[in-house]
C-alpha cells in the first residue's frame, strides 16, 4: 500500500473514525491494529520479520535491563542485534530471501513471482536501526524495559514510518503512543496540510525530475555535458522531494492521531558545509549513528587505547584527534553501507563525505586562514560556502543514482565530453514543454518554502508551512488547502495506467 495513494488515504480515514470513537485506553491498540492489517498488505515475509525482530529484542530488552549479571545482559544484547543486523544484510544486500523464494516458486509455481513480489521486508534497514536502539538503550540504563509486548510491538511496526521513517527512540515515542489524546482541529489540520504537501512534493516534483534522470543516467553517451550537470542536479531535487514526500506524509498521518514524530528535514541544500548539510538532511538517522555508533565507539575501551598511544606518538593535541577520525571512518563507511550495502553506497553516501568532513578537520587551520580576506560572516562568501556544499554533495549523488561504480565514473566523464546535442534538447528525455513549466514553478515553490523554514542554527526546529498557514484567517487556509490539492489532482502524475515509483528509501 503506497503511501501516495487513495487507498492509504481511505485507510487513514478508517482507523482515525475508529480511533476517535474509543477511549484513550484502546487507541494504541487500534493503531497496533491498522499497523498490523499494513504489514499484512505489504506481505506475509514482512509481517513475519518485522516479529521476529521485535520478539528478539523485546526478550533482549528485558534481560538488558534486568538484574542479571553484567556480562549475561551484554550477552543478551549483542546476540540479539547481531542477529537482526545479520539478517537485514543477509536480506536486503545479499539476496538470500530471492534464493529461497526462487526455489519455493519452482516447487509451488507460482505465476509470475507473485510471490517474490512480497520478498523482501518493508521497511527493513528502518525498523531494524530502530529496534536496534531500543535494546542498547534498556542495556545502558537509559530507558526501563517495556513489560507490554503489544505496547513494544506498537513502536515496532507503526504503520506510518514503516516505509523509510523517521528514526524514533522508545523513550520518546512510547510517550506519544501513551498519553492522552483527545480529538483537535489543530492536529486535524497539520495532518490534512502536511499530506497534502507530501502528495505534492511526490506527484508533482519528484515524479516529473524522475523523468530527465533516468534518460541521463541511463544514457550518458546520448547525454553528455550539461544535460549530465542537469540530471545529477535534478536528481539532487527527486531524491529530496521524494524522501521528505514520505516523511511530511507520516508525520502528517501522525498529526491526526495526535502524535509528534521528529522532523527529519531542516532545508539541507542551504548547509553551508558537508557537516552542517548531514546536520539537516535525515537528521534522525545522523542522531541514531551519532548516539548508538559513534559516541560508543570513542568511548570504548580500543579507542581509548589507540588515543593513549597516538598521543604518545604524535603529541597531545595531534593524539586525540587519531581515535576521533578512526570512528569517523567506521561511521562513514557504516552509513554507506545501510544506504544498500553496495560499493557505489559506500562511497556517494559514505566515504566520500567522510573524506570532505575529515579532510575538513585535518586542514581547518588552512582554511581559517584562507577564510579571513573573504569577510565569512558576509552574504557572499555564505553563498560561495552554500554553493560549494551543493556541488560537494552532487559529486556523490554520481554514485548514490548510478547503476554501479564504473557506470558513475563513465557519467562523470561525461559531464566533460562535449557531444552532440541530440534532436528535441531537453525534450528528448522523454519530457513535455508543459511538464517542464510544471516542474519549474513548483520547484520555486518548494524553495520558498525551504527558505521559509531555514535557520541559521540547523539544532533549532525549522519553521513549518503549518505554523504559517495556522496564522491566516480559516477563509484563507481553507482556500490555500483547495488550491494545493487542486494542484495535486490537475498535475500530479497518477491515475489508470501510471505506476508511480516507490519511495526511493523504501528500496533501501
Not at 554520481?398 to 528535441?424: C, I, K, W
Request: glycine fraction near 8%; hydrophobic fraction near 50%.
Amino acid at each position: 500500500m503506497s503511501l501516495v495513494s487513495a487507498v492509504f488515504l481511505g485507510f487513514v480515514a478508517v482507523v482515525a473514525l475508529i480511533y476517535y470513537l474509543l477511549p484513550n485506553k484502546a487507541k494504541p491498540y487500534v493503531l497496533l491494529a491498522g499497523s498490523v492489517a499494513f504489514l499484512a498488505v505489504a506481505g506475509a515475509w514482512t509481517l513475519g520479520f518485522v516479529l521476529f525482530t521485535a520478539i528478539t529484542t523485546f526478550f533482549a530488552g528485558k534481560i538488558a535491563a534486568g538484574k542479571g549479571e553484567g556480562r549475561s545482559k551484554t550477552v543478551a544484547a549483542v546476540i540479539a542485534i547481531v542477529i537482526n543486523i545479520a539478517l537485514m544484510c543477509a536480506v536486503k544486500y545479499y539476496g538470500v530471501l530471492d534464493l529461497i523464494t526462487t526455489d519455493i516458486n519452482n516447487v509451488t509455481k507460482a505465476a509470475d513471482g507473485s510471490f517474490l513480489a512480497v520478498a523482501v521486508p518493508l521497511g527493513m534497514s528502518f525498523y531494524t536501526l530502530q529496534m536496534t536502539g531500543y535494546v542498547l538503550d534498556c542495556l545502558w540504563g537509559i530507558i526501563p524495559a517495556e513489560k507490554n509486548f503489544f505496547k513494544y510491538l506498537l513502536f515496532a511496526c507503526y504503520f506510518p514510518y514503516m516505509t523509510s521513517g523517521p528514526l524514533n527512540h522508545y523513550g520518546e515515542l512510547s510517550k506519544e503512543f501513551t498519553k492522552p489524546i483527545t480529538l483537535e482541529y489543530e492536529n486535524i489540520r497539520k495532518g490534512i496540510v502536511r499530506i497534502a504537501w507530501g502528495f505534492f512534493l511526490k506527484l508533482v516534483i519528484a515524479e516529473r525530475a524522475s523523468v530527465i534522470v533516468n534518460a541521463v543516467y541511463g544514457d550518458h553517451q546520448t547525454y553528455t555535458g550539461p544535460f549530465v550537470l542537469l540530471g545529477v542536479t535534478l536528481f539532487a531535487l527527486q531524491l529530496y522531494t521524494d524522501f521528505m514526500a514520505c516523511m511530511e506524509v507520516a508525520i502528517g498521518t501522525s498529526y491526526i492521531f495526535g502524535i509528534k514524530l521528529p522532523e527529519n528535514f531542516n532545508s539541507p541544500y542551504m548547509a553551508l558545509s558537508i557537516r552542517e548539510y548531514w546536520q539537516r538532511w535525515h537528521i534522525t538517522l545522523g542522531t541514531w549513528l551519532r548516539d548508538f555508533l559513534y559516541y560508543p565507539l570513542l568511548k570504548s575501551a580500543p579507542f581509548i587505547a589507540i588515543g593513549d598511544k597516538a598521543k604518545k606518538a604524535f603529541g597531545k593535541k595531534n593524539g586525540k584527534k587519531v581515535p576521533v577520525y578512526l570512528a569517523m571512518l567506521v561511521l562513514w563507511t557504516a552509513v554507506g553501507y545501510w544506504h544498500g550495502g553496495l560499493w557505489k553506497y559506500v562511497i556517494g553516501s559514505g566515504l566520500l563525505h567522510c573524506f570532505y568532513i575529515v579532510g575538513g578537520m585535518i586542514a581547518e587551520t588552512l582554511f581559517a586562514k584562507m577564510r579571513k580576506p573573504f569577510k565569512p560572516d558576509k552574504l557572499p562568501y555564505k553563498i560561495f560556502c552554500g554553493v560549494r556544499t551543493f556541488v560537494l554533495v552532487l559529486i556523490g549523488f554520481f554514485f548514490f543514482r548510478a547503476a554501479n561504480v564504473p557506470d558513475a565514473l563513465q557519467l562523470f566523464r561525461a559531464l566533460f565530453t562535449a557531444g552532440a546535442m541530440p534532436e528535441g534538447g531537453i525534450l528528448a528525455t522523454g519530457i513535455s514543454l508543459p511538464d517542464i513549466i510544471v516542474l519549474a514553478v513548483s520547484t520555486v515553490m518548494l524553495i520558498a518554502v525551504d527558505i521559509y523554514k531555514f535557520r541559521p542554527d540547523q539544532n533549532a526546529e525549522p519553521r513549518l508551512v503549518t505554523d504559517l498557514t495556522g496564522k491566516l484567517p480559516v477563509a484563507v487556509r481553507i482556500l490555500l488547502l483547495a488550491l494545493l490539492i487542486i494542484a495535486i489532482a490537475v498535475f500530479g502524475k497518477y491515475g489508470l495506467g501510471y505506476d508511480s515509483a516507490s519511495f526511493i528509501y523504501a528500496r533501501i
